[in-house]
């Protein structure tokens, strides 16, 4: 399992945002899956992902689908651990209008999936948009693929 933590962003509006994350990005992923229409930047980054058609991912917290759509297009099977509905919402839109079909979302934070019965194993993991540290991810995501050995993992 290769592991990708794209960005950080420490002074989002999100993060200052006090109570419930999910209903913060319910009331906004409209507005937000708009503001990344046509964005470049997403091609950019998957460009530096070591992927082949083959492939699977997990993509953890994708919001709107700003790289599973992409990535959809390129490997065989995309899944998506999103907590927001409304994010989610916007995502199995943009893949219909995409004409893409091999993408499954799982609507719960991703330390609420259960390796085994949501999740299944991954050449690759994508987690982007981080709160937390690089490491404390990777620690928990192999911790709980390792324990459940459903996971591949390549360190």
């Known amino acids: 399992m290769k592991l990708y933590t794209l960005y950080t962003m420490k002074n989002a509006s999100w993060?200052?945002?006090?109570?419930?994350?999910?209903?913060?990005?319910?009331?906004?992923?409209?507005?937000?899956?708009?503001?990344?229409?046509?964005?470049?930047?997403p091609e950019k980054i998957i460009s530096k992902l070591d992927i082949d058609p083959s492939h699977t991912v997990l993509d953890i917290g994708a919001?709107?689908?700003?790289?599973?759509?992409?990535?959809?297009?390129k490997v065989k099977h995309v899944t998506v651990v999103e907590?927001?509905?409304?994010?989610?919402?916007?995502?199995?839109?943009?893949?219909?209008?995409?004409?893409?079909?091999n993408i499954t979302c799982i609507n719960k934070k991703w330390e609420d999936a259960i390796p085994g019965e949501d999740l299944d194993k991954y050449d690759v993991v994508i987690a982007s948009i981080c709160w937390r540290k690089e490491y404390e991810i990777k620690n928990k995501i192999l911790f709980?693929?390792?324990d459940h050995k459903s996971f591949k993992s390549q360190t």
């Open 15 to 41: 993060r200052k945002h006090r109570g419930n994350n999910t209903e913060f990005w319910n009331k906004r992923a409209r507005q937000y899956n708009e503001s990344l229409k046509d964005n470049e930047r």
């Open 63 to 73: 919001g709107p689908g700003t790289l599973t759509i992409p990535l959809a297009k």
């Open 83 to 101: 907590p927001s509905s409304g994010m989610l919402a916007c995502l199995n839109e943009n893949a219909v209008n995409e004409g893409l079909n």
């Open 144 to 146: 709980r693929y390792e």
